[in-house]
């Protein structure tokens, strides 16, 4: 459980407790459900990490709604989608092994994470790894449109392993996991993805 989840559970439950106190106890109930809903929302369920040599794994839970060709830092790359809905675990998990060597927060939108525009407009905290097969991975968090915090743990110089905990989005939301175009990809789109168990590419010099 992260414990957003508690801090939300208290303030409706202090809620419900003013509401049934000075109205009527049946008006509590809906705060009441509300703190239910937080403590599910925020659950944080322990995962199978797979040891395959060059897996990356998915950062997120969620459905794969995009793949296709981009560029970064002038070379080819493969871009892979996953739609976050708000009944799916928050939770992000590191894609793979290696060393942090870039981050930024960009402010921007709140446009629907379905929406392609909003891997660039939206509000996003950006990540460039370096794993360790010498290989730059780039993660994106994205806002969606109830998304309205975006936490990410790690800092530049820190080194993070396969499936680890790196953060949280709050909501509906999006992550988007860039791969050098060489990478092979394993998931296709619809395909639904947990994080930090669901392969979604093999780094060159993993198995065949």
Sequence with gaps: MVRDGFYYALAMAAV????????TPWLALVPLLLAAFFLWFFRDPERAIPQTPGAVVSPADGVVTGIFTTQAEGSPCTSISIFLSVFNVHVNRAPAAGVVTHVE??????????????????????????????KTIVFKQIAGLLARRIVFRPRVGDHIERGERIGLIKFGSRCDLIVPASARVMVKIGDKVKGGSSTLAILPGGPH
């Design 105 to 134: 927060y960009r402010r921007g939108k709140y446009l629907n994470a379905m929406n392609p525009a909003s891997a660039e407009q939206n509000e996003q905290s950006i990540c460039t790894l370096r794993t360790a097969e010498g």
């Design 16 to 23: 419900a407790a003013l509401i049934g106190y000075w109205t």
